[in-house]
C-alpha cells in the first residue's frame, strides 16, 4: 500500500510538474515567502551570463545506491543564456513540500527527498559535501530544508548545509559556509496565462476593455498609394511588420491653423496610442495581426481629442456623422471640409479628424515632410466615397485617379494641389 501511494504521488508530481517547459514562465526567486508546494523549482548557478544547469550522476553504484553527485554542464560545450524550455529540458527540476512546519526538497524525476550526507562508506569522507536521495525522509534532520536571506539573495540550506556551486568540483555541494562565488540562483515556474485575443472593426465602436494583454486582429481597410489616417488605442511595435513592408507611416510634427505637417517615421519606430498617424504605401492583405498589445479603453471615450496647436485632432474609436460640419476628413485624394457633405457622411473608427474654429476661413492644407500634398477641398463631392475632378493647369481634366497622374501640379476642388 505504501509503495503504491508512493507511485501515485510520483505520478501527480510528473503530470503537474512536468508539463511542456513552453507553458511555465520562470522567475528568479528573491524571497523565501515565493516558496510553495504547488510549483516547480530549478537550482542553477549563473557566470557570465550563463546558466548551469543541474544533472543527477550517483556516485558509486557499488558502495552505495543513494549517494548522487549534482553535476553541472555549465562547463561543457552547451551553454544557455536564459532560463530557457532548452535549459528546463536540459536540468532537474524540484519540489519543495512542507512536512509537519519544515520543508523538504523533492526530486520529481527520481521522487526522492534530498538530503545531506551525515554517514559515508569507510575511507570516503568526501561524500559529506554530496547529496543523499531517499524515499523516506519525514524524521531525518538531514532531509530538512531551511532559507536563509542575504542581500545578493535567497539561500537554500539542506541539512543545515549550504547548497553551493564549486567551480573546482564542475558541480553542486553542499558546505558548512557559502562564498561569495558560489552562490546559485533558484527559478520558480508559474504557469503561464493563455494569450488572449481581441477583433477590432473599423465597422464596430471600440467597447470597453479592460487590462487587456495578448494579440489584436485589425480589420481595416487601406488604399493603396493613397494617405490613410489611423489612430490606435495601444503602441505598435513594428507598424511595417503588421501592416506591410511597403507602407511608411508620418507622425504629426507641427500644426497651425493652416496647415497640418506630418514627418515620416523611422522604420522600427513605434507607433504610439491615440496619436494621428497618416500610413501610406502598398499594405498587406487585411485583418492584420498585431502582439504584444497591453491596453485598456473606457467605452465612453469614443472621441480622444488632441489638442494640436490652434487645431484640435479627433482620434476616433467610434463612429461619428460629420455632414454638414466644420471638420476636415481624409479620403483618398481629398481632404475635405465638411460643410457641404451629406448629413449621413461618417467617419469610422480608428480613424482621426481634424476640428478648426468656425471663425477660420482658410483652407487647412496636409503637408508631408515639408512638401504640400492636399490642399483641403470645400466643395466637396456627394460622397465621400467618389474622387473629385482633377485638371492640370491648362485646365484639362484627368482621366486618371489621382495616384496614377505624374507629378506635378494639379487643380482639384478649385484649389491647387501638388502629386510627388
Keep these: 500500500m505504501k509503495k503504491l501511494h508512493l507511485h501515485l504521488l510520483l505520478l501527480s508530481l510528473l503530470c503537474s510538474l512536468l508539463a511542456p517547459a513552453q507553458e511555465l514562465e520562470w522567475h528568479r526567486v528573491a524571497t523565501a515567502s515565493e516558496i510553495d508546494d504547488s510549483s516547480a523549482f530549478v537550482?542553477?548557478?549563473?557566470?557570465?551570463?550563463?546558466?548551469?544547469?543541474l544533472v543527477p550522476r550517483l556516485w558509486n553504484e557499488e558502495l552505495s545506491a543513494d549517494i548522487h553527485v549534482y553535476d553541472s554542464n555549465g562547463f561543457a560545450d552547451t551553454s544557455y543564456p536564459a532560463v530557457s524550455a532548452e535549459f528546463i529540458g536540459n536540468t532537474t527540476t524540484f519540489r519543495f513540500e512542507k512536512a509537519d512546519s519544515r520543508w523538504l526538497m523533492r526530486n520529481v524525476a527520481s521522487g526522492k527527498y534530498v538530503g545531506c550526507v551525515s554517514k559515508v562508506p569507510e575511507r570516503h569522507t568526501e561524500c559529506f559535501n554530496l547529496f543523499r536521495e531517499s524515499s523516506e525522509a519525514a524524521d531525518n534532520k538531514d532531509f530538512t530544508v531551511t532559507f536563509e536571506q542575504r542581500p545578493s539573495g535567497l539561500f537554500i540550506k539542506i541539512g543545515g548545509l549550504y547548497l553551493v556551486h564549486q567551480e573546482q568540483s564542475k558541480g553542486y555541494r553542499l558546505k558548512s559556509r557559502c562564498d561569495a562565488e558560489e552562490e546559485?540562483?533558484?527559478?520558480?515556474?508559474?504557469?503561464?496565462?493563455?494569450?488572449?485575443?481581441?477583433?477590432?472593426?473599423?465597422?464596430?465602436?471600440?467597447?470597453g476593455v479592460e487590462n487587456f494583454k495578448g494579440s489584436v486582429s485589425f480589420v481595416r481597410t487601406f488604399y493603396d498609394g493613397y494617405y490613410n489616417t489611423l489612430v490606435l488605442p495601444f503602441d505598435v511595435k513594428d507598424y511595417r511588420q503588421v501592416f506591410g513592408t511597403g507602407t511608411t507611416a508620418y507622425q504629426l510634427r507641427q500644426a497651425t491653423a493652416e496647415t497640418l505637417s506630418f514627418v515620416e517615421v523611422a522604420p522600427h519606430e513605434p507607433l504610439r496610442a491615440n496619436r494621428p498617424y497618416l500610413l501610406r504605401g502598398t499594405f498587406s492583405k487585411s485583418p492584420y495581426t498585431i502582439t504584444g498589445v497591453n491596453f485598456g479603453h473606457n467605452e465612453a471615450d469614443a472621441?480622444?481629442?488632441?489638442a494640436a496647436g490652434s487645431v484640435v485632432i479627433h482620434c476616433l474609436y467610434g463612429r461619428q456623422n460629420v455632414g454638414?460640419?466644420?471638420?476636415?476628413?481624409?479620403?483618398?485624394?481629398?481632404?475635405?471640409?465638411?460643410?457641404?457633405?451629406?448629413?449621413?457622411?461618417?467617419?469610422?473608427?480608428?480613424?482621426?479628424?481634424?476640428?478648426?474654429?468656425?471663425?477660420?476661413?482658410?483652407?487647412?492644407?496636409?503637408?508631408?515632410?515639408?512638401?504640400?500634398?492636399?490642399?483641403?477641398?470645400?466643395?466637396?463631392?456627394?460622397?465621400?466615397?467618389?474622387?473629385?475632378?482633377?485638371?492640370?493647369?491648362?485646365?484639362?481634366?484627368?482621366?486618371?485617379?489621382?495616384?496614377?497622374?505624374?507629378?506635378?501640379?494639379?487643380?482639384?476642388?478649385?484649389?491647387?494641389?501638388?502629386r510627388k
Design 324 to 418: 454638414g460640419s466644420n471638420y476636415y476628413i481624409l479620403w483618398k485624394d481629398g481632404f475635405y471640409r465638411c460643410t457641404q457633405l451629406k448629413s449621413d457622411v461618417a467617419v469610422e473608427p480608428y480613424k482621426w479628424m481634424v476640428a478648426v474654429d468656425e471663425a477660420n476661413k482658410n483652407a487647412v492644407r496636409l503637408m508631408v515632410n515639408g512638401s504640400e500634398v492636399l490642399n483641403a477641398i470645400v466643395a466637396g463631392p456627394e460622397e465621400a466615397g467618389s474622387e473629385p475632378a482633377v485638371y492640370n493647369l491648362q485646365g484639362i481634366r484627368q482621366t486618371a485617379p489621382w495616384r496614377n497622374l505624374p507629378a506635378g501640379i494639379y487643380i482639384t476642388g478649385g484649389r491647387k494641389a501638388v
Design 303 to 306: 472621441d480622444v481629442p488632441v
Design 43 to 53: 537550482i542553477t548557478f549563473r557566470t557570465d551570463q550563463y546558466y548551469h544547469t
Design 184 to 207: 546559485i540562483e533558484l527559478y520558480k515556474g508559474t504557469a503561464r496565462e493563455p494569450e488572449k485575443t481581441m477583433t477590432l472593426n473599423e465597422n464596430e465602436d471600440l467597447p
